[in-house]
C-alpha cells in the first residue's frame, strides 16, 4: 500500500495562490494513478483533479479548469495542487487519494488510498 500525507493548506484571501502538496511513502509512487478531491461542509467529497501515473494526462473538475493544475514528481514521490484565483467556494478539505485500477480515474470509489485532509479555507 502507500500512505498519503497532505500539506499546504491555510488560510488565504480571494484571489491568493496555494501550492499543495502530497507526499508518498513507498517505492511504488509511479505505479498509482492520483486524485485531488475536496469536501465542503454539508457536501459530498468531490473530484478536483486527476493526473495518470506518468503524467501526462489529466482531468479537471469544470469549476477549476484554468485555475488549478495537477502535477506529479515521481522522484519526489510528491503530488501537487497548484491553486490559483482561488475563490471562497473553494475553501475546503482538500484529499490526495491513489488508485491502480486504472490509468486515470475521476471516480471516487475507484481510489483506494486516502490522505488524511488539508484545509483550505478563502476568505472573501
Known amino acids: 500500500q502507500v500512505q498519503l500525507v497532505e500539506s499546504g493548506g491555510g488560510l488565504v484571501q480571494a484571489g491568493d495562490s496555494l501550492r499543495l502538496s502530497c507526499a508518498a511513502s513507498g517505492r511504488t509512487f509511479s505505479t498509482y494513478a492520483l486524485g485531488w478531491f475536496r469536501q465542503a461542509p454539508g457536501k459530498e467529497r468531490e473530484i478536483v483533479a486527476a493526473?495518470?501515473?506518468?503524467?501526462?494526462?489529466?482531468r479537471y473538475a469544470d469549476s477549476v479548469k484554468g485555475r488549478f493544475t495537477i502535477s506529479r514528481d515521481n522522484a519526489k514521490n510528491t503530488v501537487y495542487l497548484q491553486m490559483n484565483s482561488l475563490k471562497p467556494e473553494d475553501s475546503a478539505v482538500y484529499y490526495c487519494?491513489?488508485?491502480?485500477?486504472?490509468?486515470?480515474?475521476?471516480?471516487?470509489?475507484?481510489?483506494?488510498?486516502w490522505g488524511q485532509g488539508t484545509q483550505v479555507t478563502v476568505s472573501s
Open positions: 493526473i495518470s501515473r506518468g503524467g501526462s494526462n489529466k
Open positions: 487519494a491513489a488508485q491502480a485500477t486504472a490509468a486515470i480515474t475521476i471516480v471516487l470509489p475507484w481510489y483506494d488510498y
